[in-house]
């Protein structure tokens, strides 16, 4: 594992401080995405690039949001421990940062998504109570929108049925 380190030490500290730059992280499981990624979000907070409410940090599931999420605030409780004797700006920084925390975006692709919808309903046509569809619902829901079609088609359109066969859709 220490070769590895050293093979990446420098991508690593690119993520951490290459700060105006967009970068797009790609590795296996237990390879330290996360760490690099908390380390990258204080390095933003500290270097007062953004504030807590501007932050958005987004994943695929679940499970990543809330591993991210608790990290992120435990490290950022580390932070402004140990920046309350080095260096004020940070400090307060930090400490603002993590008393707002909950005003920052951790999350889901799909919550971010969800959240996005939610603030502009209106100007979308879309129910401001709709809800986000768990996978077994979704496949669930799909299915019954499929044999819906087919019962419909089969009594106004055999021919489209036919068209589906020959394309191999079953």
């Known amino acids: 594992m220490d070769n590895q380190r050293l093979i990446d030490k420098e991508a690593r500290e690119k993520i951490k401080t290459a700060l105006d730059t967009t970068l797009l992280v790609e590795a296996g499981a237990g390879s330290g995405k996360t760490h690099s990624l908390v380390d990258r979000m204080l390095a933003l907070l500290a270097s007062g690039?953004?504030?807590?409410?501007?932050?958005?940090?987004?994943?695929?599931?679940?499970?990543?949001?809330?591993?991210?999420?608790?990290?992120?605030?435990?490290?950022?409780?580390?932070?402004?421990?140990?920046?309350?004797?080095?260096?004020?700006?940070?400090h307060d920084r930090l400490a603002e940062a993590l008393h707002y925390l909950e005003q920052s975006?951790?999350?889901?692709?799909?919550?971010?998504?969800?959240?996005?919808?939610?603030?502009?309903?209106?100007?979308?046509?879309l129910d401001p109570d709709f809800a986000e569809l768990e996978e077994i619902e979704n496949s669930i829901f799909r299915e019954n929108c499929w044999h819906e079609y087919l019962v419909k088609t089969r009594l106004e359109d055999?021919?489209?049925?036919l068209e589906l066969e020959r394309a191999g859709i079953t």
Not at 107 to 120: D, Q, Y
Not at 158 to 161: H, K, M
Request: charged fraction near 35%; include cysteine; glycine fraction near 2%.
């Open 158 to 161: 055999e021919e489209a049925l």
């Open 49 to 90: 690039r953004v504030r807590i409410n501007t932050f958005a940090a987004v994943t695929f599931t679940r499970k990543a949001a809330a591993e991210l999420r608790g990290r992120f605030q435990t490290e950022l409780e580390r932070a402004v421990l140990q920046a309350r004797d080095k260096d004020n700006e940070i």
């Open 105 to 125: 975006f951790i999350g889901t692709i799909h919550s971010f998504c969800a959240k996005l919808l939610r603030e502009r309903p209106i100007e979308i046509a």
